[in-house]
């Protein structure tokens, strides 16, 4: 074994120096020769392309690492806010639940009238990115009709969203709305309302038909002329149908009266709330309305005496739709005249009454 | 090959066989790898890549995003570097001082040593076992490994207190840490004064 040969060899060195000192000649001390096996990672030893193409590879992944954490993926839109709410970098936008972008900057403006929200989108959630969408900062709602957005008493604010209309072209610059939306839901008709008392009702307020929300105010503002108060409000769903000629809205609130008795009592604790009565027959798709200062008589009997929504486009499918297409044609013609006639009886009693 | 080469591991003196390439010659006692020749190139190629390849990711390692930590909806992301800042200004003056010196300042130093001793060659000869001596000591003191380790133990413990997610710089980290492993094993320090 290497060992023992070694060992005899050292010997034999040590010897020749110190021991064999008195000879005339001195020899070279015999060292052991080292010995030569086959390098077991020869490989890495043999190739030098092996070792530049690790550091080529280093080298590709710190620029591609480099590359997708500091250029952003998404586009970028600026929200404008009267008020930030507390919102600050690295906050989220969220749409349904989730999170599509973020903030990366919160500028005030030149003009301190207002703050301008940068957001970076997500490549997935670029397509909010179309004019008529709607942001809003969601923050605590507390009031006795309302409860909303509690997570972020104690968490971060977050901005929500609501798309546009599909079609909507690109756009990437909106005003924020400064209330959250009550319905989370895109609309499809917004309708303006002029009333000379705005009664208290005010942005966030429900539009109510038959006691079901159907809308929502989403602005109330004095006009130019300090004449009305012009009601904003947006219709969801099927609901669009309703802003036709003809329709009426009114602000509900309390009243006792000898004839319809107590009503709107709920707007007491709940608030108040746009309701509205459709025209009962087919008027054309209209924005504009003035609105009536009390509620019409008998509102709540309301029938449409024609099929509604024929103002509107036909892509909506309500029941009536469906029964035509399956051939049953409801021949109701007999049933709306006896029901008019019934109506203007009502109606000529009403008048002999007051 | 002629000559004599001590083994490094035993201190053994042995006479120097020719070797062909792929050969290595061991000690004779302990079997320790005294002297292996290669095809063609300097000896020191092998480490001089590795330790590039550390030079080069060790930068987004400690620049980019490495942790994105998530408390009650309020996002938080930090390189190392901020990570260091941030422990200093906030007052923790020895844990941001420990954290800049042995995860930031001696790696650096040691990757960068690797690259002089190995490729570079800007000093005069005689400095070079200066270099490797620093080099040595240095790299007794440079612990990214152990920082890694770090993050690991936080994943594990604190994963169910706050959520948090890795950042791209996990990976030129870890890649980092195991370029810089792979160059100080390489290296030979017989290489040094091999040209020249």
Not at chain 2, 100 to 127: N, Q, T, Y
Not at chain 2, 157 to 175: E, M
Not at chain 2, 178 to 196: G, K, N, Q, R, Y
Request: one cysteine or more; hydrophobic letters at 45%; glycine letters at 8%.
């Amino acid at each position: 074994m290497p060992f023992g040969k070694t060992r005899e060899n050292c010997a034999i060195a040590m010897n020749n120096e110190y021991h064999d000192a008195d000879r005339v000649e001195k020899p070279v001390p015999d060292f052991p020769t080292a010995v030569v096996r086959d390098d077991r990672i020869g490989l890495l030893n043999k190739s030098n392309w092996l070792f530049l193409a690790l550091t080529a590879a280093c080298l590709g992944f710190a620029l591609y690492l480099g590359y997708t954490s500091t250029v952003p993926d998404g586009e970028l839109i600026t929200v404008h806010f009267a008020d930030g709410h507390g919102l600050k970098a690295e906050d989220a936008l969220r749409f349904r639940g989730i999170t599509i972008g973020q903030v990366e900057e919160i500028r005030l403006r030149d003009d301190l009238a207002g703050v301008d929200v940068d957001v970076r989108l997500r490549p997935d959630g670029e397509a909010v990115a179309r004019e008529g969408s709607v942001f809003w900062v969601e923050r605590p709602q507390l009031s006795l009709s309302r409860m909303s957005g509690l997570e972020t008493v104690v968490g971060a604010k977050y901005l929500g969203v609501i798309p546009g209309p599909a079609d909507a072209p690109q756009s990437s610059e909106f005003a924020g709305q400064e209330n959250p939306p009550r319905l989370r839901q895109s609309s499809d008709v917004s309708v303006l309302v002029r009333f000379k008392d705005g009664s208290g009702i005010e942005s966030g307020d429900a539009v109510k038909f038959r006691g079901v929300i159907v809308g929502e105010v989403s602005d109330v503002r004095l006009d130019e002329n300090f004449q009305f108060v012009e009601v904003r409000a947006q219709l969801v769903d099927r609901a669009k149908v309703l802003a036709q000629t003809g329709t009426v809205f009114w602000v509900e609130r309390p009243k006792v009266n000898f004839r319809d008795g107590i009503r709107g009592l709920e707007t007491l604790v709940g608030g108040k709330y746009l309701a509205l009565m459709p025209n009962p027959s087919d008027g054309l798709a209209q924005t504009e309305f003035e609105g009536a200062e009390k509620p019409p008589t008998n509102w709540q009997d309301w029938t449409p005496f024609s099929r509604i929504g024929d103002a509107w486009s036909k892509d909506e499918k309500n029941p009536a739709d469906a029964m035509s297409g399956e051939g049953e044609e409801v021949n109701d013609r007999p049933a709306r005249r006896v029901l008019g006639r019934i109506r203007e009886t009502i109606e000529a009693l009403d008048d002999a009454v007051n | 090959m002629s000559g004599f080469k001590a083994c490094h591991c035993c201190g053994l003196v042995h006479r120097m066989p020719t070797l062909g390439i792929g050969k290595v010659a061991v000690c004779s006692r302990c079997d320790t790898p005294i002297h292996r020749q290669r095809a063609a190139g300097k000896s020191t190629l092998p480490t001089a890549a590795a330790a590039l390849g550390a030079f080069i990711l060790f930068w987004p390692a400690i620049l980019l995003p490495i942790l994105d930590i998530e408390r009650l909806g309020h996002h938080h992301e930090s390189s190392i570097v901020t990570g260091t800042i941030q422990l200093i200004s906030e007052g923790s003056w020895f844990v941001g001082f420990v954290v800049l010196l042995f995860s930031i300042i001696f790696p650096l130093l040691k990757i960068m040593m690797l690259l002089e001793l190995s490729v570079l060659g800007l000093f005069h000869r005689k400095h070079r076992a200066v270099t490797y001596r620093l080099m040595e000591s240095a790299g007794k003191w440079s612990m990214m490994d152990v920082l890694l380790l770090a993050f690991l133990v936080m994943l594990i413990k604190v994963g169910s207190l706050v959520q948090f997610q890795v950042g791209p710089a996990i990976f030129a980290f870890v890649l980092c840490v195991a370029m810089s492993m792979l160059a100080s094993l390489m290296f030979d320090p017989h290489a040094i004064w091999e040209d020249a």
